[in-house]
């Protein structure tokens, strides 16, 4: 039930794929000497976006020493995974990817129902998540799950 920390581990993984693609694609333009119709770009901010989701929930969750280890061990084989599924086969990696998403937006459904009912403190937001949303000053947790939640539909639409 600690939200913050599976946000924070969702985000870990989330925040692989869009780099992977991005770079896989990037070294397939240049060996084929063609654009890839902004696919690349597209790619490469889903997983800005996504990092500065994990940045925000590190905020939030304040991880433990192990939670850090954690993160960078599911990061790391994740990545590998990751990586060689999308060398086989693309579209099963950017359907899987859709999957992931979907499970996210469920993921912060049920953060904001325990918000709503107060099992969870709704604290103010970041200034991380201040800044990189531009929210008003007096956004609370509340908000940032909101907008978040809503990035990670955008992104399971994509894949």
Known sequence: ?????????????AAVPGMVGGMLLHCKS???FEHSGGWIKTLLDEAENERMHLMTFMEVSQPRWYERALVFTVQG????????????????????????EEEAIHSYTEFLKEL?????????APAIAIDYWRLPADSTLRDVVMVVRADEAHHRDVN
């Open 1 to 13: 039930r600690r939200y913050g920390c599976r946000a924070m581990m969702l985000e870990t993984v």
């Open 30 to 32: 240049l060996r084929r």
């Open 77 to 100: 084989v994740f990545f590998n995974a990751y990586f060689l599924a999308y060398l086989a086969s693309p579209k099963l990696a950017h359907r899987v990817v859709g999957y992931l």
């Open 116 to 124: 709503d009912k107060g099992t969870i403190e709704n604290v103010p």
